[in-house]
């Protein structure tokens, strides 16, 4: 399959928590296929994307680099990554959206985070001028411009915030119905405690949709163990 842009993504290994995100967004990124009847009013603008939190945002590649070279770096990541513990994840509002976001200390998930957009970086290929202006918005502060330019991506290191969208941004005399709606939606799945012991290489299709290439295990690079 021919993807046009590639990301790290987390995504919940094969289990009732992926299950559950797949039928509230309507799109199994495992399988890149639609599932069941998601109230497009709300999911519309992240179903493409799949159920997922971003670590590394989609990139094109650097010319001369091919997804096996992509694929093998990837594991080589993972191979060098240490699982991380949460306390757990809950419903939370973000500005106008609705998302799955972690409680308690998160000083392992951001520094998981900035391994996945810095030992990546050298295969992304530099912005295009339309990319940059796409991507630069008029409120950004000077760390996400910095950020942007070295990084291609505005939402990383110190401006890093974990989450998993379970919508567009909404009006707000529904906010509280839909946060209420997730929280029944996602209460069977073992999210409280989580931990987060794989990352997952996407790849976006010509149509725009999001799809799981490979999901690796994290194993500590000082144990040696997979967990």
Known sequence: MTYTRYAIYYTPPPGQFAELGARWLGWDIATGQ????????????????????????????VDGVTEDDLTCAFRDLAQNLAPVAL???????LGGFVALVPFGNTDALQSLAANCVTRLDALRAPMSEAERLRKTKPNMTQAHRQNLEKWGYAHVMDSFRFHMTLS??????????????????????????LTISTITLVGERP?????????????????????
Do not use: C
């Open 34 to 61: 639609p599932v069941g009847t998601p109230d497009l009013d709300i999911v519309a603008t992240p179903r493409r994307y799949g159920f997922h939190a971003t670590l590394k945002a989609p990139f094109f590649l």
């Open 87 to 93: 306390e757990g994840l809950e419903v939370r509002r």
């Open 168 to 193: 567009g941004p909404l009006p707000k005399d529904i906010r509280d119905r839909v946060m209420a709606q997730a929280e029944a939606h996602f209460a069977p799945a073992q999210i409280v405690p």
């Open 207 to 227: 149509d725009g949709t999001f799809k799981s290439i490979e999901q690796a295990r994290l194993r500590d690079p000082q144990t040696g163990a997979a967990k």
